[in-house]
């Protein structure tokens, strides 16, 4: 399976993002057909410590049993305790030159939402951008601006080699508008951790 295939349909999920046990959530979105898994354990009740390795075990365990793919947001230091396959970084963390030369065969995410981010990042140490906010979003409290589909377009114009994933309030309804305009994947969290059937929610993804 090639990488743009792995990140068709991304869950990215921490204990914050639902009121269920979070394994369960992600067994049953694995069942359903996801592709890919982002364990972003990041805001208000989000766990830390042990707590948040011990999870991070527990769905780490659930994706490599099924050959999900299994991402970790940021936090450098869950990467070897978890052996993720990579790593998904936004414009204000840790530089992907310094991951890259920490970590020369992961996988590597960068969220983009601007021309000027584009400008400053070193595109040839990733290997999927991250695209949005696409849609309005309530999951994330420092969202910024949203972009639409426009901005995958121009993505996919410019950087024809890089898989693109669509993030930023998508759901059931506009998935389909994300793939059509060029994204190889859309990622999610409140259209899967709030749907009330996960089965369907992913299908419809």
Same mark, same amino acid.
């Given at each position: 399976?090639?990488?743009?295939?792995?990140?068709?349909?991304?869950?990215?999920?921490?204990?914050?993002?639902?009121?269920?046990?979070?394994?369960?959530v992600l067994d049953e979105a694995i069942q359903a057909g996801?592709?890919?898994?982002?364990?972003?354990?990041?805001?208000?009740?989000?766990?830390?410590?042990?707590?948040?390795?011990?999870?991070?075990?527990? %769905? /780490?365990?659930?994706? !490599? *049993?099924?050959? =999900?793919?299994? #991402?970790?947001?940021?936090?450098?230091?869950?990467?070897?305790?978890?052996?993720?396959?990579?790593?998904?970084?936004?414009?204000?963390?840790?530089?992907?030159?310094?991951?890259?030369?920490?970590?020369?065969?992961?996988?590597?995410?960068?969220?983009?939402?601007?021309?000027?981010?584009?400008?400053?990042?070193?595109?040839?140490?990733?290997?999927?951008?991250?695209?949005?906010?696409?849609?309005?979003?309530?999951?994330?409290?420092?969202?910024?601006?949203?972009?639409?589909?426009?901005?995958?377009?121009? %993505? /996919?114009?410019?950087? !024809? *080699?890089?898989? =693109?994933?669509? #993030?930023?309030?998508?759901?059931?309804?506009?998935?389909?508008?994300?793939?059509?305009?060029?994204?190889?994947?859309?990622?999610?969290?409140?259209?899967?951790?709030?749907?009330?059937?996960?089965?369907?929610?992913?299908?419809?993804?």
């Open positions: 399976m090639t990488l743009s295939e792995q990140l068709r349909k991304y869950l990215v999920m921490g204990s914050q993002d639902t009121d269920r046990d979070p394994a369960e996801i592709t890919a898994f982002q364990y972003r354990e990041k805001g208000r009740g989000s766990l830390e410590g042990e707590a948040k390795l011990e999870l991070g075990r527990k %769905l /780490r365990g659930l994706c !490599r *049993d099924k050959g =999900i793919l299994f #991402i970790v947001n940021d936090d450098l230091d869950m990467v070897e305790p978890l052996e993720a396959d990579g790593v998904h970084v936004g414009q204000e963390d840790i530089s992907v030159e310094v991951i890259r030369s920490q970590f020369p065969d992961k996988i590597l995410g960068l969220s983009v939402s601007t021309e000027q981010e584009i400008a400053k990042s070193s595109l040839e140490k990733v290997d999927y951008l991250g695209a949005g906010p696409v849609f309005q979003t309530s999951t994330k409290e420092d969202a910024k601006p949203v972009v639409g589909i426009v901005w995958i377009k121009q %993505l /996919r114009e410019a950087y !024809r *080699d890089l898989p =693109i994933v669509g #993030i930023g309030g998508i759901n059931t309804e506009n998935a389909s508008s994300v793939i059509e305009a060029g994204a190889a994947g859309v990622a999610v969290v409140s259209a899967i951790t709030h749907a009330e059937s996960i089965a369907e929610a992913v299908k419809r993804l």
